[in-house]
């Protein structure tokens, strides 16, 4: 047997001349690295261990809240529920004076909650995609910064000032304005006609405009945040390729935020949804039906509920109500439900 071979089978925790058995040194430069402090180990694994059981429980915590919600707006609404007189889902009676004989139902409620939604929602989109796209591609930093703030302060202002503005100021110098689209437009039954005059500026499109202005900060700080994290290489490459700032936009920033994009505004419209105070203001100063035109004045889910605290001292009577508030929660959760749905499946920017 050769020296290279007696070399090969020489052990491999044995250096060359050494006894056989020998184990290589434990100390020096050559030495293994040794394990942690058991106790310190043990007391990070408890740390580990504490923080888990304090998120997992928290996170329980808001489940079991929402759901404790839902189910007392349900425990609360089917007693009334039971001896409604009227269809709750078609029935445009709302008659809840008399608690042995409630009338009530929601269709004109969901009418103009969901109008002024949607015509904040028109308004505000385009806004807020426009405003996040100068603030993350065209503006200069000096510029960026303050101006971001500015629309972040939006969401500061109260809802009863809103209301004000909306109706004591907005609502005027819209009047030329709604009069021109009804009598141009009139043949088109959202701008017929509506159940208030056309020219006092307390209607849906007054409400939309002024909702539209308070979820403007929601979709835009959403927006902004997408656009901002889309990958500097994708842009430097369109670039390179000879695109221009706004090729560089539609191609690339654009579709790698869309998704952000449209769940910041389905956040939007969820809050647009649940908005009592400014509405209240806007739209309660009639009282006949709709005539399902952006002209009709009335109230929204939350808006009634509001308005009829009133009758808050009977089971019954608070029933009526409490139902249609249940309408309205399980409306908000879905739009909520798809806005981080749509979130979660574009990671923000990540498609």
């Not at 654009?254 to 400014?278: D, H, Q």
Request: proline residues 6%; contains cysteine.
């Amino acid at each position: 047997m050769t020296d290279s071979t007696r070399a090969d089978l020489r052990p491999a925790d044995t250096e060359p001349g050494a006894p056989r058995g020998a184990s290589a040194p434990s100390s020096g430069p050559e030495a293994p690295i040794s394990a942690p402090d058991t106790f310190a180990g043990k007391k990070v694994r408890i740390g580990d261990r504490v923080f888990s059981s304090v998120a997992t429980a928290s996170g329980a915590f808001v489940v079991a809240l929402i759901a404790a919600i839902g189910v007392f707006l349900l425990i609360r609404a089917v007693p009334a529920l039971q001896v409604n007189q009227v269809n709750f889902l078609f029935s445009r009676e709302w008659n809840t004076a008399n608690p042995s004989h409630l009338s009530f139902g929601i269709i004109d409620l969901a009418w103009i909650t969901v109008a002024s939604s949607i015509v904040a929602l028109a308004i505000a989109m385009p806004v807020a995609c426009g405003i996040a796209l100068f603030l993350t591609q065209y503006a200069p930093r000096t510029l960026a910064r303050p101006f971001a703030y500015i629309v972040d302060l939006l969401a500061a202002v109260p809802s009863v000032i809103y209301g004000l503005w909306g109706y004591l100021v907005l609502g005027p110098v819209l009047k030329p304005v709604a009069v021109w689209l009804n009598e141009n437009l009139g043949w088109i039954p959202i701008f017929a006609n509506g159940n208030a005059p056309t020219d006092s500026g307390a209607n849906v499109l007054t409400a939309g405009i002024v909702l539209a202005v308070m979820i403007l900060p929601t979709i835009t700080g959403v927006s902004r945040e997408v656009f901002s994290r889309t990958p500097t290489t994708q842009i430097e490459g369109a670039l390179a390729l000879g695109a221009t700032q706004w090729e560089v936009v539609r191609t690339t920033v654009f579709p790698f935020g869309r998704n952000g994009f449209i769940g910041g505004s389905m956040l939007g419209l969820g809050r647009a949804l649940g908005e009592t105070v400014a509405l209240t203001i806007i739209l309660s100063m009639s009282t006949a039906p709709p005539n399902y035109s952006v002209f009709d004045a009335g109230a929204t889910f939350a808006s009634k509920i509001a308005l009829g605290s009133g009758e808050f001292n009977n089971n019954l009577q608070v029933g009526a109500y409490i139902s249609a508030g249940l309408v309205l929660f399980v409306i908000t959760f879905a739009v909520n439900a798809i806005a981080r749905w749509i979130e979660s499946t574009s990671g923000k920017g990540k498609a």
